[in-house]
């Protein structure tokens, strides 16, 4: 059975950091492009950030660009989320999901994802 599972989500202040992981069990994750999207209270869910199979290429949302870093450790079947200065728009629940393309990107759409986390909420306080 394959499963996605994120964890690191928790309740901050404005300004502070959290490290997001997405552990993979059933799969081999470094066989696929990872990708984060978020579902804020209210709000559609969007996407955060991608990295494809190798690490290579990473994709970040206008609204993250220079606050978030993705990275995924492949022997260790993991990836990475790091959020610096966080704002209280930041908040929502954030999904890991996995997509099963062959080349070296990463996709920004739901539809191309085959897996999905549970999801771990972020909150972030003013």
């Known amino acids: 059975q394959v499963q996605l599972v994120e964890s690191g989500g928790g309740t901050v202040q404005a300004g502070d950091s959290l490290r997001l992981s997405c552990a993979a069990a059933?799969?081999?994750?470094?066989?696929?492009?990872v990708t984060w999207f978020r579902e804020a209270p209210g709000k559609e869910r969007e996407f955060v950030t991608a990295?494809?199979?190798?690490?290579?290429?990473?994709y970040y949302a206008d609204s993250v660009k220079g606050r978030v870093t993705i990275s995924r450790d492949n022997a260790k079947n993991t990836v990475s989320l790091q959020m610096n200065s966080l704002k209280p728009e930041d908040t929502a629940i954030y999904y890991c999901?996995?997509?099963?393309?062959?080349?070296?990107?990463?996709?920004?759409?739901?539809?191309?994802?085959?897996?999905w986390g549970k999801g771990t909420l972020v909150t972030v306080s003013s």
């Open positions: 059933g799969i081999t994750l470094r066989r696929y492009a």
């Open positions: 999901a996995a997509d099963s393309r062959k080349d070296d990107y990463a996709s920004r759409y739901e539809r191309d994802m085959v897996y």
């Open positions: 990295i494809s199979s190798s690490g290579g290429n990473t």
